[in-house]
């Protein structure tokens, strides 16, 4: 069965600093997709950034970067040059049949 | 707007009434994703329907719990007399069911059980 471990349940950085949220995962599948969700306090679901297994460059989304290490089975996302906007509930989510989530960690920035 | 809508956004009902949510999904995805969420929790997984297939169903979802989608359009859940941890979020999504697969979220339906 798919799994997705989010250790982290709550982090803060000062903005304008880098964080790295961690996840590892679970997964028999070969080939499968791994993501990044944003949800700000009360508001919807957002995708961050993807990561499909069999690519082995780590994906990039503008500040947002992940660390893929398939045969660890961790999925980090960093932030640089944190922003109050990046306020949030970041969750790590893993797909291979249908899309398991992980706990969640949350994010705090220090003005 | 062309995003997934869900209605109600909040909804207060006494223990052991029945309540309908109602999911529009984007119009050309043909997968749509019900999922419950509590506090402090990520998004569980419920049910999903390709069209108006309904192709599987978590085992949290007891027999009071029942969805459809009859058009493959929009889709609603209907919980039969609700318990108090019926309380939570209940999320939508939707997808084309293409690599890569991503999902977009509704803003959800706030269930409160008194």
């Known amino acids: 069965a798919q799994t997705v471990t989010q250790s982290q349940p709550e982090m803060s950085v000062q903005e304008a600093e880098t964080v790295t949220l961690s996840c590892t995962y679970d997964?028999?599948?070969?080939?499968?997709?791994l993501f990044w969700y944003k949800q700000p306090p009360s508001r919807q679901m957002i995708l961050v950034i993807r990561q499909e297994a069999y690519k082995q460059q780590n994906a990039t989304e503008n500040r947002f970067s992940v660390n893929f290490q398939k045969a660890a089975k961790s999925f980090s996302l960093k932030i640089s040059d944190s922003q109050l906007g990046d306020a949030a509930m970041y969750f790590c989510?893993?797909?291979?049949?249908?899309?398991?989530f992980g706990k969640g960690t949350r994010l705090h920035i220090l003005p | 707007d062309t995003g997934v809508s869900q209605d109600p956004r909040h909804k207060i009902t006494k223990r052991g009434q029945n309540v309908t949510f109602r999911c529009d999904p984007i119009?050309?995805?043909?997968?749509l994703y019900w999922y419950r969420q509590t506090l402090g929790q990520g998004p569980e997984f419920l049910t999903y329907f390709q069209n108006e297939a309904q192709l599987e169903k978590s085992r949290l979802l007891s027999d009071r719990f029942s969805a459809e989608r009859p058009k493959g359009s929009f889709s609603t859940l209907e919980i039969q007399r609700t318990e108090q941890g019926d309380s939570a979020m209940y999320l939508c999504a939707s997808s084309s069911g293409l690599p890569p697969y991503e999902q977009y979220f509704g803003p959800g339906t706030r269930l409160t059980v008194t």
């Open positions: 119009s050309e995805h043909n997968r």
């Open positions: 997964t028999s599948e070969s080939d499968y997709y």
């Open positions: 989510a893993s797909r291979d049949d249908k899309i398991i």
